[in-house]
């Protein structure tokens, strides 16, 4: 039995194990009618042969992305900074302009976009996004400053 076989037996008996130690409460056994446990299934010892197709030992490369997301940093009205991502940034920089962005843009309307980065897929994006929502806004204009593709 390979390693990864291995792990998943132990998880599913784990899983198994667990449901099985805190039966719930129904109304029919508050009222006092209690009702008949059954045992559990029994679990086998081995998965079935087409589980190396499903579990490969190593793990496969993720499928390239068919667009990038963008990071973009855009300067308010006010002298504040909004930071967003998307697809387009173009796109969504006029939603914002136009007053259909977010929430934000539409109370601090955008001045100018102060620049943007690809990122190969949204959950990097997002997480550059919560990286720099955290920084000032001096880092934040000293980050979009250092931006290759910084636009004025």
């Not at 300067?75 to 007053?99: F, K, L, M, N, P």
Request: proline share 9%; charged share 30%.
């Amino acid at each position: 039995m390979n390693a990864a076989r291995k792990i998943v037996v132990e998880m599913v008996k784990a899983a198994a194990a667990a449901a099985v130690k805190k039966p719930r409460k129904k109304a029919a056994q508050a009222a006092g009618k209690e009702r008949a446990e059954r045992p559990p299934a029994a679990l086998p010892d081995t998965l079935p042969d087409s589980l190396p197709d499903a579990l490969p030992e190593e793990p496969a490369e993720a499928p390239a992305a068919g667009r990038p997301w963008f990071l973009y940093l855009i300067e308010c009205a006010d002298g504040s900074i909004y930071t967003g991502i998307t697809t387009d940034v173009a796109a969504r920089y006029a939603a914002h302009a136009e007053g259909k962005g977010a929430r934000y843009t539409r109370a601090h309307p955008p001045a100018r976009l102060l620049g943007w980065e690809a990122h190969p897929d949204r959950s990097a994006a997002s997480k550059a996004e919560y990286r720099i929502k955290r920084l000032t806004a001096a880092a934040k204009r000293a980050y979009a400053a250092a931006l290759p593709a910084t636009r004025d």
